[in-house]
């Protein structure tokens, strides 16, 4: 076969798939993602029952995750400097990036130092916002919240809702269940 | 065909189209987004004249973007919740989220709690920022710019420009077509 | 070959590499990621030696980077608005965007004016934190240490940290080499 063949074969293929996709879903993904089942690949990863991650998600080294949680597309999942654990039912959005390490030393020392590194736990029933980054070392509560595109570099209590760049606690969460709710209000004040 | 010849073939139609772009457009883009055709993908979405997306880009449910609107990689347009609307001549930059849905009190919950969903607006002649977020229920009206990176949870009146996380204004649009110019200065202020 | 023959064939050569991956680097990339060379990807774009550039990143324009520089995936490398050079030994951290121009003008004059442009010049040793994004025209020091998803709108002195939306000195960086160290504690200044 040749380059230019496989080309017209992979958009028939594309094709083929959007409209699948369109018809039983009502939705258009990225080639890949539109592709490849994402609870197989959570299985394959040793990921608990239920538990489904997008062809684009990113996983290194060692990531536990647990039931019925929700890894959408773009995910950076980096256990490579000692472990991601998160708990059941969370929401890990589109875009949110985890670190066990990070290289600002390295970077800076011209390749001299390591990476610096910590391992990383999310609780259960925590929701990550979309493209929020979670830093290395980071411990993350039982029933959080972390708004869309904040950066946390501190531990995060239980029930606390945490926002901005740095992440600093906005609210708290009460209730349990369905009858949970959120309490917003909190003036911010650093975790640290 | 093995496994290991389909490899081999795609990084031989991998390089040919690399070589191609960088010719004809000076670019070199992730595989599936210098394969497909972004212009047609839009049309097979239904959007209006002159609308591009590249295949990076998830769209769920029901979304309508209006003529000449430029929608970049990674981007996320979640229309499941409620609908989003687009007006015409918007840029939605490389890595915008667009959401009508969360899974905050789904998570929270453990998954007693449905997701909460809003339909989104935007207005025609607006300017999302690269990696803005924009949360379910949102209006953003004309004319309107978004800064890089924010979080906006609340709407945003016409002629408005917002940044931060939260997005608060921090200045506002003047004139009309070519005329148009940006005052900043504005001290920032909650939306609501 | 249909494309049912072929989307079977893609899934096993999907779960082929995957498998590689795993034994070898103890990770699981997106398909196009875990199939393409990104030692061979940089040097085919000219830059120098050592760098690496995934699959999932873009590069428009012009666009030069030194020695040992890492560039994840999901970045965004835009020097088609007048170039972007990055020194040596950087961390271009995965979701970095770099841009040389911006269509604000352009979306809210309803297309009537030209995008606006700027050269972007990054030193050596610097550090731009996960999905962070750099403005068109900004100059970042030597030295300089950038937080994971702030907005850099203005230049960036040499042994600066930075970070926010829009992102503020928070700290500087002291001492050479292994002995280069991280002082904090600086209160929020703008940097213009």
């Not at 490579?80 to 998160?86: D, E, F, R, T, V």
């Not at 209590?157 to 945490?162: A, C, K, L, S, Y």
């Amino acid at each position: 076969m040749t380059p230019d063949a496989l080309k017209a074969l992979l958009l028939e293929l594309r094709l083929t798939r959007e409209a699948e996709l369109a018809t039983k879903f009502d939705r258009s993904l990225p080639f890949a993602d539109g592709l490849f089942d994402r609870w197989e690949r959570a299985k394959r990863l040793g990921f608990e029952a239920e538990v489904s991650i997008y062809d684009s998600a990113c996983v290194f080294g060692d990531v536990r995750v647990g039931t019925k949680t929700w890894i959408g597309p773009y995910v950076m999942l980096d256990g490579s400097g000692g472990g991601i654990s998160i708990g059941a039912t969370c929401s890990i959005s589109a875009g949110v990036h985890i670190y066990t390490h990070d290289t600002v030393l390295w970077a800076l020392s011209g390749g001299k130092l390591p990476p610096r590194v910590g391992a990383v736990a999310v609780g259960n029933r925590v929701h990550l916002g979309s493209q929020s980054v979670i830093a290395r070392g980071v411990t993350i509560g039982d029933m959080t919240v972390v708004a869309a595109n904040s950066f946390v570099r501190d531990d995060v209590p239980p029930r606390t809702i945490v926002g901005g760049v740095p992440a600093m606690p906005i609210g708290h969460v009460e209730g349990e269940d369905a009858a949970v709710r959120l309490v917003f209000g909190q003036k911010p004040q650093p975790l640290s």
